[in-house]
């Protein structure tokens, strides 16, 4: 029987690459941001969205400050409308649009196809009221604030899912909600959690490409449908939410009754396109690192379209993986290594290269507003963690990570994102990848991801999300048909207040080298203890990170077991400690050299000469 684990290459499928979302990324803006300093007070939310409306009418107009502003997309970018590779199998969807068309289009919450334009819903544009609000009747909410929507979780009776490849990203959303189970395809805990389910025999089927062929797996498999039938209530299978998905996934789900908790694939594949960002971004008034949007035939003109940026550069194409489709480049030579990839794109985005820190923040769009939780930061391109130079590899949060200037803007600039999100008609969680310039201290958004991600396990079990609720429940909750009443301005001010969070920090260890291994032996998922000796020891066994009680210990998620293979990229663990894993000039600590080290030696595997690579590239926890 062929191995369980998405590593191990299956039967011969289809020769198609498909890039995946990353969570690191370097963008570029032409929409400079007025500090609060520049503007000699804080700004109340009326005068927020006046100056909101002013970014929008300049929308388009270059700056000449090019330490601050990119130039003009409408007046620089000739692009044609872009044909990005879609997610789903044998797809190719019109996912990209050049400045005119977006203006059309992204409105109403078009996708960037020309000739299929979908109407999506238009939300209320005013950010702090309930759509319901503009009626005239008054509304009879059913939940009001944080403790009735608390105590609704805990008597809630629909089946609710999140489907997966593992439960990493949502792991303790069981213990909030009551009837609320995983269903994934790797069995991180050995069939120890009482709330994950993973079908146990194999059924035939083709090399996995993404996260989405795993999930269009797992709803065709016999014993996954027999699962959600015995769970069913009145004949409702219940709610799902998925970390990836696509319109495959959505027709599967349907036909088992299953509503999924996101909005439509089609609208969350056009807001992933790095290009469609930057564009969004114009139009809320947030800043991104300047940057221009152009089909790249060459190096000679990649240098001309790109002059105004300097010679070092960062190209992105608009989708990637961890930083596995961002790419460094200076000189010719750098550039001919990705030029294939690079000149296979309609529209790429091309930014300037800046000395910057990554950090994350992660929020949720709901009808009364936009939930904001706080700024972390990012581990990024650590070569003990990941083979690739712009890879995610972790996070980190603690109090002060940031001066409180930084963790204002952040926060502004967020709730300025989720707006214009609400007003295209996206609803629930997102993520944004802020870049912080560490020559001129300015701050701007690096991506978007229209969805839970591989932050998500830090941010929702974090003290603030323990004393309300985790974010990805004001998330659910916006699909369950209830009548709520939410003070969001009073969430946003205790989950600002740095005496809400404590440190924590995880790393995602993957396999670094060019080579393909069979693993012979794999750590246990659990509590793992460090001595001084530098040696580990298993502990004890827990389903997350709340029973780690000091920094000698650590929680750690196996994924790549026994009888795996391990390919370069490969996720084999995720490892979460109390307490930092960085220096203070972002650089790994002693600590956290001694645990990757001492993890990967739990890890035994053999060379594997004649093994072809999977088709499954990038990371399995996003």
């Not at 069913?232 to 998905?245: Q, T, Y």
């Not at 947030?286 to 010679?311: F, I, R």
């Not at 000039?585 to 645990?595: G, I, P, S, T, V």
Request: aromatic share 8%; hydrophobic share 30%; with cysteine.
């Amino acid at each position: 029987m062929n191995s369980k684990k998405p590593n191990t290459p299956k039967s011969k499928g289809t020769d198609k690459k498909t890039k995946a979302p990353s969570l690191t990324g370097k963008d570029k803006t032409q929409v400079p941001m007025r500090s609060n300093a520049e503007k000699g007070k804080k700004l109340t939310t009326a005068e927020q969205k006046a100056e909101k409306s002013k970014s929008k009418a300049s929308h388009g107009k270059a700056s000449s400050n090019s330490n601050t502003s990119g130039k003009s997309n409408s007046a620089k970018s000739k692009a044609k409308s872009s044909t990005a590779k879609g997610k789903s199998k044998g797809v190719k969807t019109d996912t990209t649009m050049d400045s005119s068309e977006f203006k059309d289009t992204v409105a109403s919450g078009a996708k960037g196809s020309k000739k299929n334009k979908m109407p999506l819903v238009k939300s209320n544009k005013n950010s702090g009221k309930s759509s319901s609000a503009e009626n005239t009747t008054p509304v009879d909410y059913e939940l009001k604030g944080v403790s009735d929507i608390r105590r609704s979780f805990h008597k809630n009776e629909e089946p609710l899912y999140f489907i997966s490849a593992t439960n990493f990203n949502l792991l303790g959303a069981d213990e909030w909600i009551k009837g609320f189970k995983f269903i994934t395809y790797i069995e991180c805990f050995d069939g120890l959690h009482p709330n994950v389910f993973s079908p146990k025999q194999e059924i035939p089927h083709d090399d996995f490409e993404g996260i989405e062929d795993i999930n269009n797996y797992l709803l065709q498999h016999p014993e996954v449908q027999d699962y959600l039938k015995t769970r069913s209530v009145d004949g409702r299978s219940g709610k799902a939410m998925f970390l990836m998905f696509n319109e495959k996934t959505e027709e599967l789900a349907e036909k088992l009754g299953l509503e999924i908790m996101f909005p439509k694939a089609e609208m969350r594949t056009f807001l992933d396109n790095k290009v469609n960002t930057n564009r969004i971004a114009e139009r809320a008034g947030v800043a991104c690192v300047p940057y221009v949007l152009s089909q790249v035939t060459d190096y000679e003109q990649l240098s001309e379209v790109s002059s105004h940026l300097g010679n070092q550069l960062v190209v992105q194409t608009p989708f990637g993986d961890s930083g596995h489709t961002t790419f460094f480049i200076s000189n010719e030579e750098e550039y001919q290594k990705y030029a294939e990839e690079i000149e296979a794109e309609d529209e790429v985005k091309i930014m300037k290269r800046i000395r910057c820190r990554g950090s994350a923040i992660e929020a949720c769009v709901t009808r009364h507003g936009t939930i904001v939780a706080p700024l972390m930061t990012e581990l990024v391109g650590f070569k003990e963690l990941t083979p690739y130079e712009g890879g995610w590899c972790g996070n980190e949060i603690y109090p002060n990570a940031f001066t409180p200037e930084l963790r204002q803007k952040a926060i502004e600039n967020t709730q300025l994102f989720g707006d214009q999100l609400r007003e295209e008609g996206y609803k629930g969680y997102f993520e944004l990848d802020f870049l912080i310039d560490q020559d001129n201290g300015e701050i701007y958004l690096g991506e978007l991801n229209p969805r839970v991600t591989g932050a998500s396990s830090i941010t929702n079990h974090a003290v603030f999300a323990l004393a309300d609720a985790p974010l990805f429940v004001f998330h659910i909750l916006e699909w369950m048909d209830i009548e709520y009443e939410l003070d969001i301005e009073a969430i946003n001010k205790r989950w600002s207040n740095q005496a809400n969070l404590d440190g924590w920090s995880q790393l995602i260890v993957k396999h670094t080298e060019d080579t393909v291994e069979y693993v012979t032996e794999s750590p246990k998922s659990g509590i793992w203890r460090m001595y001084d000796t530098g040696h580990i020891q298993f502990d004890r066994m827990d389903t997350h990170r709340r029973a780690v009680e000091n920094e000698n210990e650590a929680f750690f998620l196996r994924i790549s077991k026994k009888g795996d293979y391990l390919y370069e990229g490969a996720d084999m663990g995720i490892l979460v400690t109390r307490g930092r894993m960085m220096t203070d000039d972002f650089r790994l600590n002693n600590r956290a050299k001694h645990w990757i080290k001492a993890i990967r030696s739990q890890f035994k595997s053999e060379m594997v000469e004649d093994k072809k690579k999977p088709k499954l590239s990038g990371s399995l926890t996003k």
